[in-house]
């Protein structure tokens, strides 16, 4: 969208500056994304009441009648044709008029092209590939934000590709909603088919995928993975809980012995990739049994980093009508959870002592370059020469807040 509004002649500034046009583009996969949206939109109004304020994403989607609720969104538009944003706010802009453009998701739409040659990062792209899920996991609203699963056709996808290598993009991430279902809708492509491309694009050297559902995940596809140089083995694999009996409310398609198994297949085939996950704690009927579980489930695992959340009520979907958790039981869950994935990303930064890794430098501070490894973990290094964009070999020596320090060889 940022690119859509350069493109039409309009100059992007901080959100702190003064603009005639503010955008907010929402998330509601929790009801705190909708609430920040909401603050986000009085507090542009109030600091400058005529300018035109844009209420754009998933929210409006998913709940279309907040028109009413929010007096202070001039536009209002959702997450189906993204691109029509540009003139629904110089329509505001011109007729000082509100706009509201909410189009209902439809079966059978196609992935709407919205190619991005450039980033504010310099180094590492995201790549968007995949729209829409229609899996209907019990707690989950994005089916209705998000509509059905639809694919960037592969000769785009190569096009945009070739964009980036050419802006001196040296690492993509493959991204999308429901990434794992890319290719259902086109014929004979599999998400599989979409990594194997942009490993054979020259001047791309990594490419990574974004959150994956575990399930989806064949052993052949993890050992073609292995086969490809280019390929970063960081594999986030959605979990949400270690419970089996949690997973079956959830509306989740595997159970933890098939996590486990997926994970082990993944440690055979690589040789020094991660586990990354989410996981939802707090979630409806989870006893003290159940959330000891996943517990112990996130420990076995060994996760590399987990990003952790107490279960939030989303209306319009079926775990919302399930007898619900106190907010303190949740919250006190999402505590004790995340002390175990700190301890588990520790021991897992531990393992990278002593390796030579080749880590992809992004950025500097007071003579620090910052940077990943291909299997995601950050890695600093002191130098005098310049890094950022550069690939380096570094053997990492200790860790320092989270980070790994290492030297450069
Ligand atoms: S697979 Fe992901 S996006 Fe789809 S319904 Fe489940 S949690 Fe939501």
Same mark, same amino acid.
């Given at each position: 969208?940022?690119?859509?509004?350069?493109?039409?002649?309009?100059?992007?500034?901080?959100?702190?500056?003064?603009?005639?046009?503010?955008?907010?583009?929402?998330?509601?996969?929790?009801?705190?994304?909708?609430?920040?949206?909401?603050?986000?939109?009085?507090?542009?109004?109030?600091?400058?009441?005529?300018?035109?304020?844009?209420?754009?994403?998933?929210?409006?989607?998913?709940?279309?009648?907040?028109?009413?609720?929010?007096?202070?969104?001039?536009?209002?538009?959702?997450?189906?044709?993204?691109?029509?944003?540009?003139?629904?706010?110089?329509?505001?802009?011109?007729?000082?008029?509100?706009?509201?453009?909410?189009?209902?998701?439809?079966?059978?739409?196609?992935?709407?092209?919205?190619?991005?040659?450039?980033?504010?990062?310099?180094?590492?792209?995201?790549v968007?590939i995949?729209?829409?899920?229609?899996?209907?996991?019990?707690?989950?609203?994005? =089916?209705?934000?998000?509509?059905?699963?639809?694919?960037?056709?592969?000769?785009?996808l190569r096009?945009e590709l070739?964009?980036l290598a050419?802006?001196?993009?040296?690492?993509v991430v493959l991204?999308?909603?429901?990434?794992?279902?890319?290719?259902?809708?086109?014929?004979?492509?599999?998400?599989?088919d979409a990594v194997r491309l942009a490993c054979s694009v020259?001047?791309i050297?990594r490419v990574r995928l974004?959150?994956?559902?575990?399930?989806?995940?064949?052993?052949?596809?993890?050992?073609?993975?292995?086969?490809l140089?280019k390929f970063?083995?960081?594999?986030?694999?959605?979990?949400?809980?270690?419970?089996?009996?949690?997973?079956?409310?959830?509306?989740?398609?595997?159970?933890?012995?098939?996590?486990?198994?997926?994970?082990?297949?993944?440690?055979?085939?690589?040789?020094? =990739?991660?586990?990354?996950?989410?996981?939802?704690?707090?979630?409806?009927?989870?006893?003290?049994?159940?959330?000891?579980?996943?517990?112990?489930?996130?420990?076995?695992?060994?996760?590399?980093?987990?990003?952790?959340?107490?279960?939030?009520?989303?209306?319009?979907?079926?775990?919302?009508?399930?007898?619900?958790?106190?907010?303190?039981?949740?919250?006190?869950?999402?505590?004790?959870?995340?002390?175990?994935?700190?301890?588990?990303?520790?021991?897992?930064?531990?393992?990278?002592?002593?390796?030579?890794?080749?880590?992809?430098?992004?950025?500097?501070?007071?003579?620090?370059?910052?940077?990943?490894?291909?299997?995601?973990?950050?890695?600093?290094?002191?130098?005098?020469?310049?890094?950022?964009?550069?690939?380096?070999?570094?053997?990492?020596?200790?860790?320092?807040?989270?980070?790994?320090?290492?030297?450069?060889?």
């Amino acid at each position: 969208m940022m690119d859509l509004f350069y493109q039409s002649g309009y100059d992007v500034v901080h959100c702190d500056d003064e603009a005639d046009v503010y955008v907010v583009n929402s998330c509601t996969v929790t009801s705190s994304g909708d609430k920040k949206a909401r603050q986000a939109l009085r507090r542009f109004k109030r600091a400058n009441p005529d300018a035109v304020v844009a209420l754009t994403g998933c929210f409006p989607q998913a709940f279309p009648d907040v028109d009413k609720q929010i007096p202070e969104a001039d536009v209002i538009t959702g997450s189906y044709n993204r691109a029509g944003i540009v003139s629904a706010v110089r329509r505001a802009l011109e007729t000082g008029e509100r706009v509201i453009e909410i189009t209902p998701h439809k079966k059978g739409e196609s992935f709407e092209k919205m190619a991005v040659k450039k980033f504010s990062e310099r180094t590492r792209a995201f790549v968007k590939i995949e729209d829409g899920c229609d899996r209907y996991c019990t707690y989950c609203i994005i =089916p209705k934000a998000r509509g059905p699963v639809r694919s960037k056709q592969m000769a785009e996808l190569r096009e945009e590709l070739r964009d980036l290598a050419a802006n001196g993009y040296k690492e993509v991430v493959l991204v999308g909603i429901n990434l794992s279902s890319y290719g259902r809708d086109l014929e004979n492509t599999r998400l599989i088919d979409a990594v194997r491309l942009a490993c054979s694009v020259d001047g791309i050297e990594r490419v990574r995928l974004g959150s994956l559902e575990p399930e989806l995940l064949t052993g052949e596809d993890i050992q073609t993975l292995a086969s490809l140089p280019k390929f970063c083995p960081q594999f986030h694999l959605s979990l949400q809980s270690g419970c089996d009996a949690t997973l079956k409310r959830m509306n989740r398609h595997y159970d933890s012995a098939e996590y486990l198994r997926i994970v082990q297949d993944i440690r055979t085939a690589f040789d020094n =990739p991660s586990i990354t996950t989410d996981i939802m704690v707090g979630f409806p009927g989870e006893t003290e049994e159940e959330f000891a579980q996943s517990l112990a489930f996130a420990e076995r695992v060994g996760l590399a980093k987990a990003h952790v959340f107490p279960y939030s009520v989303r209306e319009g979907t079926a775990a919302a009508r399930m007898p619900q958790l106190g907010g303190e039981v949740k919250q006190q869950r999402a505590a004790e959870m995340a002390r175990l994935t700190d301890r588990t990303r520790r021991a897992f930064l531990e393992t990278q002592l002593g390796r030579t890794e080749e880590v992809l430098f992004e950025t500097e501070q007071d003579g620090y370059y910052h940077g990943y490894t291909k299997n995601y973990t950050p890695v600093l290094v002191k130098s005098e020469e310049a890094l950022c964009g550069q690939i380096k070999c570094v053997k990492i020596e200790s860790i320092v807040e989270e980070k790994c320090l290492g030297k450069l060889l």
